[in-house]
Structures are given as structure tokens and as C-alpha cells.
């Protein structure tokens, strides 16, 4: 809404310039800055301050908005995503409208940029201040909306990650709804054997926490379903769920197992990555939760035998996926991620049957894994006596289809894999490539340490070049360069486990488009890395866990935490306020093309019937909008604007950027 403002007062302009300690003021001069400001049309006081967003800093603009009678504020400083609203929120304390701020950011644009050029960064500041105070005398006053929130979470993903939120809403006495595409929670955790650096059992860490969550009476488990739309706005979302058909009826299944004893059809276990076979009526791990069976109807021939033997008669073919609508106020995405699938040619992975992947060998190493916690290369089933683990595959590499980022978990994963290979084994020969070790966390340098000093694992550091098989005993020869002692080495061993990157989960694209939100390497990108890393570009939506980007189980936890309790500051206030940068429509020029509401991608704008027009108009609903500029852009007629970014505005940032004072 925009508040009637007398065209007759005043433009008075403060210009406040901010050192940021010697970020800006290192390079350029605020006190040249400040000089130039003042001769700015319309800008009748103008100073300078070491730190501008500080209690004294915020004290010094509240003071001058009284005492000069400022009615429009320009702060030159960093960057708005940093600060915008703290000026903003000064703005409002000292009874200016909040709306009636603009902040030139002199810092990301400028100094950052031109740190050994300080006459042109001078010049530039001078142009984004006086861009800036062009743009504050055109700004009109706005009124933010409140609206009511709803208490209750959805939590899009069943890892570890999703239950750590989820436990922590429910126990805050907030209804929760966790949506997981598989069949029960746990996530990538669940297929692990232990954890570093204190090798404790994943399963008896992430058990309980599933268990607690499958019976708390504030979490519903939605399994085996998908997010297929989403409506509404913070506080206000309307979600629809499909879930999908086990053609086994929950309320009615025991997780007796006996569907799975008797059948006659195996198909590839996606939980121990494809080295086991399962049945078509199954269960992923025997700690699932919920602890019902499912069956894949992809595989199933229907024989009828598993419906002869379930005596709870909990067997149902004629199911169909059921379609659930959901009022929610706020959103956690904790979807995860997948293992990179080695694409390197010269490591031979999907060639030689004994390169194995590093979740592979998580699988083989759990004691409830396709081997029982007995270690054998899938060639022969023989246990190995030679291993060597190749770091980074996939991570670090420029080349097309790899990572260039550090997947962070890597490093770790093989020394734990080396360390319990080691204990179960003493005698083996376990050999370990890297490029360099990062043990990045507590106690990991440590564990680093101990692996190499008291299990006499060998680290080499050099890549592998080549991996090549001897077709007679399908041990694995591989080349490579121990940079150390600059030299090539030929290594003769069993069995080659390559550490793959973490990359960004394929499927969650789907979700990521519904929601709209925006993405770095496939990660989900925080609002600010720094100041708000839990929180989205999307009002009300949180972002938790490896979603967001690669890291180990401790920091998946603390942010799962930090997402659940951004979530609960949220719904606990009742209340959210809605920025009123939303679009207008002047019907008058209005021709009903549709333009807008075929661009739209928040589905904000309709078309409705106006007084005394013939046709139908378009409609801008403002909660829904969130102020991305598309149909005022595209509308033909210019009959569309934006308020707080509407044409004079922009218009008067065009011209003062073209004119020198």
C-alpha cells in the first residue's frame, strides 16, 4: 500500500557514508565522498562515520533525521542484502517511513573491485551516491502488510538432517509434516556403518532419532510421497502431497516380513547400492521406519503368494496414489544429495568389477550390509589383502560432468573406511591416493593422524593416472606419481575404492522448481552465506543439511537446528510482514492481453471484470507477488508498475548516471 505523500514538501536528502572500518575507506576517501554529496541537488546534510551500521552509527542517523528535518536517507555502505534492513528499521525508530531509505552499495561495487585504483573508485562512489540520492527523491512512502501464519512446518526430506528439525518443531509444540520419497526415513546416514571421528555405530545414533520421530504425536510421517505443488506465501502455503501406492495397507501391516520370505522375485537393492539383491515386497533395512512393506509393482508378477500368507490380510493391489492438501506456514528443505557416479574412464568404474565406490563400501562394511560386515570384492567374494582408495574422484576437477568444489567429506570417509578395513584385517595393505587432506574438524586431524601412526595405513600423495586389470586374477594395476619422492609407482592390489564427491540431489530439481528458489552447483543458495545461511531468497522457506551444500553429519545437525529455529522464530510471532514491492495495475491502459499472467512466475496476477470495461483486466494479488519486475517489463502498454522500482524511479537512476556533477 502506498501512503499519500504531500507533493509540495520538501526534498531533503541525508547522505551517510560509511568507512566500514577500512574496507571503503582504504581505498576511497569518505571525506572527498562526503564533499562531493553535499553538492548534490536536493541533499542537505551529508557526513561520514567509522561504522555506520554500529549502536552509535544507528544513533548518529536517528539524531540527524530530527535535527535536519531528513525526509529521504541514502547510506553508502555494503552491499543491501547485509544491511538494508537494519537502515531501514533506523529509518522507522526515528519516524521516517521505512520505504523512504536507499543504500548505494560502495563496498561489493566498488572498493572490493578497485582496491589499487582509489581515483577511479572515488569517481565510482560518486556515481553510485549521486545514482542513489536520485532514486531517494522519487521514492514514495509504502506500508508493509501483516498477515497471519500458520503453525505448522513441512519438512521436504526424511535424512538426518529432516528428523533433527523435525524433532526439534514437534518438541517446540508445532505441528510437523515430514514428505520423504522413500519408503521410511534415514537418508544417506542410514547406509552408513560408522561415523568419524569417535567411529560410533550410525545406526545406534540414527535409530532412536527415527523412532522418536516416527511416534512423536506432533510429526506426521508422509513416506513414499512427493510434493507436487505449492500455493500461497510465507505463513500461508498450500501444499499438495501425492502419496504414493505400497499396495500394502499401513494401518494394517506388522512388519511381520513374511510377504518378503515367500517372494519368488528378486530386483536390485537401491539401499546397499545394487551389490544385493531384494525382494518385490520389501523392506529397505531392518531399522525402517515407519516399519511397513512395500511393493515395487515394477518387479512384482503378481503371483498372489504374499497375499496367502499375510494374516493381518494387509495386502492391497487396487491402491491408488492419494492426493493430500496441506495448510502450512512454514517450509525446511532438507533433501540431501547423491554420490557422484565415477564418469573418469581410467579408473575403470562400470568396467572393472573391483572398482567400488565409497558408499559401496560403506554397505559392505555394516554389519547388516550384502556381506554382513565381511568385506569381499565383488568379483570372487574373497576378502581383499591389498585396497587402495583414490581421493577426489569428481571433486576438485575442472574437467566436464566433475566438481570443482571440495565435497569436504571425502578425506574422512576413507580414513575411517582404511581404519576399519585395518582393524578387522591387520595384516592388509592398505594404500591411500590424495592430492591433500583436509580434516577439517574437531578431533580430525587427529584421527588423520592416528590412522596413519597406529594402522599403518599408506598415504601416497600423487593421482591416479591409470587403472588397468589383469583379466587371469582381476586384481587392479594402477600408475601414479608419489609427488614426495618424485617418482612413479605400480601398485598391484585386490581392490580400488574411489571417495566420490557429494553432488546435488537430481530429484530435487522438481521441488526446487515448484518452490522457485535458486541455486549454486545445484546446491540451494542461502540468502546471505554468512548472516543468513539457513534461510532462502523465498520468505518462510529454510534450507537444511547438504541441500544447501557438502558437509558432514555434525554441521548437517547444528543447521537443521538453525533452519527449525529460524522456522519457530517465524510461526511463534503469529504475524509476518509482507514488503510492499509489488506490482500495479493502472486499468486504464489494461487491455487484457494476458502477458502478465503467462509470465507470472508466482501465479500472482489474474484477470478479473473492472468497472466499465468491456473486457477483463489484469489483477495483481500482493501478498503473492514478490516485486521481480517480469509483467511490468513484458506488459505492452506499460500499464504495469512497481512500486518502489516503478519507471521514475528507475528513469531518474538512468539519467544521473549519465550526467556529471
Given at each position: 500500500m502506498v501512503e499519500k505523500t504531500d507533493k509540495n514538501d520538501e526534498i531533503r536528502v541525508g547522505v551517510f557514508v560509511c568507512h566500514c572500518g577500512t574496507n571503503i575507506a582504504a581505498v576511497v576517501s569518505?571525506?572527498?565522498?562526503?564533499?562531493?554529496?553535499?553538492?548534490?541537488?536536493?541533499?542537505v546534510f551529508a557526513t561520514d562515520y567509522r561504522f555506520m551500521c554500529s549502536d552509535p552509527g544507528q544513533e548518529l542517523i536517528k539524531q540527524k533525521i530530527k535535527e535536519e528535518n531528513l525526509n529521504r536517507v541514502v547510506v553508502a555502505a555494503c552491499s543491501p542484502r547485509m544491511h538494508e534492513a537494519t537502515f531501514r528499521r533506523v529509518c522507522r525508530e526515528a519516524g521516517l517511513n521505512q520505504f523512504l531509505f536507499e543504500q548505494a552499495n560502495i563496498r561489493e561495487q566498488d572498493s572490493?573491485?578497485?582496491?589499487?585504483?582509489?581515483?577511479?573508485?572515488?569517481?565510482?562512489?560518486?556515481?553510485?551516491?549521486?545514482?542513489?540520492?536520485?532514486?531517494?527523491?522519487?521514492?514514495?512512502s509504502l506500508l508493509a502488510q501483516e498477515v497471519d501464519v500458520e503453525p505448522t512446518c513441512l519438512i521436504v526430506g526424511g535424512g538426518i538432517a529432516g528428523i533433527s528439525a523435525a524433532l526439534d518443531l514437534a518438541t517446540a509444540g508445532y505441528k510437523t509434516y515430514i514428505i520423504e520419497k522413500?519408503?521410511?526415513?534415514?537418508g544417506r546416514m542410514a547406509q552408513l556403518d560408522k561415523t568419524f571421528p569417535t567411529m560410533d555405530c550410525s545406526a545406534c545414533i540414527l535409530t532412536p532419532k527415527m523412532v522418536d520421530t516416527g511416534q512423536h504425536p506432533n510429526?506426521?510421517?508422509?513416506?513414499?510421497?512427493?510434493?507436487?505443488?505449492?500455493?500461497?506465501?510465507?505463513?500461508?502455503?498450500?501444499?499438495?502431497?501425492?502419496?504414493?501406492?505400497r499396495y500394502i495397507i499401513e494401518d494394517k501391516c506388522t512388519g511381520c516380513g513374511e510377504c518378503a520370505q515367500i517372494c519368488p522375485v528378486y530386483a536390485p537393492n537401491e539401499f546397499d547400492q545394487g551389490m544385493a539383491p531384494r525382494k518385490?515386497?520389501?523392506?529397505?533395512?531392518?531399522?525402517?521406519?515407519?516399519?511397513i512393506y512395500t511393493i515395487d509393482r515394477d518387479k512384482c508378477i503378481e503371483c498372489g503368494l504374499c497375499i496367502r500368507v499375510c494374516e493381518s490380510k494387509a495386502i492391497d493391489f487396487d491402491q491408488k496414489p492419494e492426493t493430500l492438501t496441506l495448510k502450512i506456514g512454514t517450509i525446511i528443505i532438507t533433501t540431501g544429495y547423491d554420490p557422484y557416479i565415477p564418469k573418469i574412464e581410467e579408473y575403470g568404474y562400470g568396467r572393472y568389477e573391483n572398482v567400488i565406490t565409497g558408499i559401496q563400501m560403506e554397505r559392505l562394511l555394516s554389519s547388516f550390509g550384502p556381506t554382513g560386515g565381511k568385506v569381499k570384492r565383488p568379483s570372487d567374494l574373497t576378502e581383499p589383502k591389498?585396497?587402495?582408495?583414490?581421493?577426489?574422484?569428481?571433486?576438485?576437477?575442472?574437467?566436464?560432468?566433475?566438481?570443482?568444489?571440495?565435497?569436504?567429506?571425502?578425506?574422512?570417509?576413507?580414513?575411517?573406511?582404511?581404519?576399519?578395513?585395518?582393524?578387522?584385517?591387520?595384516?592388509?595393505?592398505?594404500?591411500?591416493?590424495?592430492?591433500?587432506?583436509?580434516?577439517?574438524?574437531?578431533?580430525?586431524?587427529?584421527?588423520?593422524?592416528?590412522?596413519?601412526?597406529?594402522?599403518g595405513v599408506n598415504y601416497i600423495r600423487g593421482r591416479v593416472a591409470e587403472i588397468r586389470e589383469d583379466p587371469k586374477t582381476k586384481n587392479l594395476i594402477a600408475r601414479l606419481e608419489d609427488t614426495f619422492l618424485n617418482r612413479l609407482i605400480e601398485l598391484e592390489v585386490n581392490m580400488v575404492v574411489l571417495a566420490t564427491a557429494i553432488v546435488a540431489r537430481e530429484d530435487a530439481k522438481e521441488i526446487i522448481g515448484i518452490l522457485r528458489l535458486s541455486t549454486d552447483m545445484g546446491f540451494i543458495m542461502e540468502a546471505h552465506p554468512k548472516?543468513?545461511?539457513?534461510?532462502?531468497?523465498?520468505?518462510?522457506?529454510?534450507?537444511?543439511?547438504?541441500a544447501q551444500g557438502p558437509k558432514d553429519i555434525p554441521d548437517t545437525v547444528a543447521q537443521a537446528k538453525g533452519a527449525a529455529a529460524s522456522a519457530i522464530a517465524l510461526m511463534g510471532k503469529g504475524k509476518v510482514?509482507?514488503?510492499?514491492?509489488?506490482?500495479?495495475?493502472?486499468?486504464?491502459?489494461?487491455?487484457?492481453?494476458?502477458?502478465?499472467?503467462?509470465?507470472?512466475?508466482?501465479?500472482?496476477?489474474?484477470?478479473?471484470?473492472?468497472?466499465?470495461?468491456?473486457?477483463?483486466v489484469s489483477s495483481i494479488n500482493q501478498v503473492l507477488c514478490k516485486g521481480c519486475g517480469t509483467c511490468a517489463a513484458a506488459c505492452p502498454n506499460s500499464a504495469i508498475s512497481q512500486c518502489h522500482f516503478n519507471d521514475q524511479q528507475v528513469f531518474a537512476q538512468i539519467l544521473s548516471a549519465l550526467e556529471e556533477l
Open positions: 569518505p571525506e572527498k565522498l562526503v564533499e562531493y554529496a553535499k553538492k548534490i541537488p536536493g541533499v572490493w573491485v578497485h582496491m589499487k585504483q582509489p581515483d577511479k573508485a572515488l569517481q565510482i562512489a560518486k556515481d553510485h551516491v549521486r545514482i542513489a540520492v536520485a532514486k531517494a527523491k522519487n521514492l514514495q522413500d519408503t521410511t526415513i534415514g510429526i506426521e510421517l508422509l513416506t513414499y510421497s512427493e510434493v507436487k505443488n505449492v500455493e500461497g506465501f510465507v505463513g500461508n502455503f498450500e501444499v499438495t502431497v501425492e502419496k504414493k501406492p518385490a515386497a520389501y523392506l529397505p533395512f531392518p531399522q525402517a521406519v515407519p516399519l591389498k585396497v587402495l582408495f583414490i581421493h577426489c574422484v569428481g571433486s576438485r576437477n575442472l574437467q566436464d560432468g566433475q566438481m570443482p568444489y571440495c565435497s569436504r567429506v571425502c578425506c574422512m570417509y576413507t580414513a575411517k573406511q582404511a581404519r576399519q578395513y585395518k582393524e578387522k584385517h591387520p595384516e592388509a595393505e592398505i594404500y591411500v591416493s590424495f592430492i591433500d587432506v583436509r580434516a577439517f574438524g574437531k578431533g580430525y586431524e587427529e584421527f588423520y593422524e592416528i590412522v596413519q601412526r597406529e594402522y548472516l543468513r545461511p539457513v534461510d532462502t531468497l523465498s520468505d518462510g522457506i529454510f534450507v537444511a543439511g547438504v510482514e509482507i514488503e510492499p514491492y509489488y506490482s500495479v495495475v493502472d486499468i486504464t491502459k489494461c487491455t487484457g492481453c494476458r502477458t502478465c499472467v503467462n509470465l507470472c512466475p508466482y501465479q500472482a496476477i489474474s484477470m478479473v471484470r473492472a468497472p466499465g470495461k468491456s473486457h477483463l
